[in-house]
């Protein structure tokens, strides 16, 4: 005869982080709620344990609502419950409740792990100065950032555009005696994208260091020479990038030629588009745009409508950029009717021209002095 083992609440706990495990939530609140029929009480490890279930499929809502549940059964949440709920939030990009449920977390003297307050700052984007606070300014916390902390918070300075603070906080980390690793270094070189010297400092002194520069680092570093039109250094870390035992990828590509783009380098970005196609890396819409406006500085139509055609061959969309360079490159060249064409084909695939489109349409008539097809389309 068998004999019939009744479940208690250690069981239906073991089930639940089985399920959480497993991304079975919807399973998780089931059994949960079946407890009360088998006449268990749930515990503080179950109502974290579904938490944690509900928090492993961004299901946030659901976790506030766990939380709110605890409360109703008198149950007191630990670091744990309070650390899954939180994730669950960051990972919702709810970072406002995931701050709120810190701030219960503080008025019921527990102090949140790292965990939790890295789930924090990692959600917040570019809300910079709301992440420093998250991470530093928990007055009374017994935890102490370290360097995964700073990593954040540098990233956060990074998204927001604030290269000032990020180097700020790399300097602290060398107060605070932390060693700073790759990842810090490229979200600061990340954070100086405008600043290009300093970038260029930054991998310098990764260096100094003795850290090795990864493709991350390279990328934000020639993407950092982009913008400051500075394309001959760009270059430079493009071409260093083999010698330091790391692939190039288009990333890298993308950047160095929109960094010739900006110069009219016309004939260096050509060469780099072709080299991607040497490298069997495959080109996406960026890699193509900025060839294409490169070639529409170059006066190179021919070049441009070629490129043009090649996306349509590898069914990428072109954006009005593309067009626009390419009907620029037309105007150059007094090929009016083609860039009148060209306009009208751009606006098939439910692309909107912009003023920039027209100007270079209404350029190339005025070129060509067909006075009247330009007051057409002004």
């Known amino acids: 005869r068998k004999s019939v083992v009744q479940p208690d609440t250690i069981t239906a706990n073991a089930a639940i982080t089985a399920l959480a495990k497993g991304g079975e939530w919807k399973k998780a609140l089931q059994l949960l709620a079946e407890m009360q029929g088998l006449s268990l009480q749930p515990d503080v490890v179950t109502f974290t344990s579904a938490i944690n279930a509900c928090s492993q499929s961004e299901q946030w809502d659901h976790a506030l609502w ?12 630990n670091v744990i419950t ?18 709120q449920l810190l701030a219960v977390m503080h008025e019921s003297a527990l102090h949140p792990d790292a965990f939790a307050m890295h789930a924090v700052g990692g959600s917040m984007g570019d809300q910079w100065e709301k992440a420093l606070h998250v991470l530093f300014g928990i007055q009374g916390s017994a935890w102490q950032p370290n360097v995964v902390t ?32 790759v990842i810090t270094l490229n979200a600061a070189i990340s954070a100086c994208e405008e600043q290009w010297e300093e970038a260029l ?10 850290l090795q520069a990864d493709i991350i680092t390279f990328n934000s570093a020639i993407s ?9 250094k760009a270059l430079q870390l493009l071409a260093s990038i083999p010698g330091s035992k790391l692939q190039i990828n288009v990333i890298s590509l993308c950047s160095a030629i929109s960094a010739c783009e900006r110069a009219e380098q016309w004939a260096r970005a050509w060469q780099l588009f072709t080299g991607m196609l040497d490298m069997k890396l495959q080109p996406n819409v960026i890699a193509f745009s900025s060839t294409i406006s490169a070639c529409g500085k170059g006066a190179k139509w021919e070049s441009a409508l070629h490129l043009l055609s090649c996306m349509q061959v590898l069914s990428l ?18 090929q ?9 084909t751009m606006q098939a695939p439910s692309l909107q021209p912009n003023v920039i489109t027209f100007n270079a349409s209404i ?16």
Do not use: H
């Open 201 to 210: 400092q930054l991998l310098v002194r990764m260096r100094g260091l003795s």
């Open 336 to 344: 009016w009717e083609k860039a009148l064409e060209l306009l009208t």
């Open 363 to 378: 350029g190339s008539c005025v070129n060509a002095e067909q006075w009247k097809s330009a007051l057409v389309l002004w």
């Open 150 to 181: 700073f990593n954040i918070a540098i990233s956060a300075c990074a998204k927001g555009e604030q290269w000032g603070p990020a180097l700020q906080l790399l300097g602290g980390m060398f107060s605070a005696s932390l060693q700073p690793d």
């Open 317 to 334: 969309q072109a954006n009005v950029v593309a067009f626009s360079s390419a009907i620029s490159a037309l105007g150059q060249s007094e």
């Open 66 to 77: 766990l939380l709110d549940g605890m409360r109703g059964a008198r149950l007191q949440p």
């Open 82 to 99: 309070f650390a899954s709920a939180i994730y669950a939030c960051a990972s919702g990009e709810t970072w406002e409740k995931a701050l």
């Open 224 to 232: 950092s020479c982009e913008k400051g039109e500075q394309w001959e």
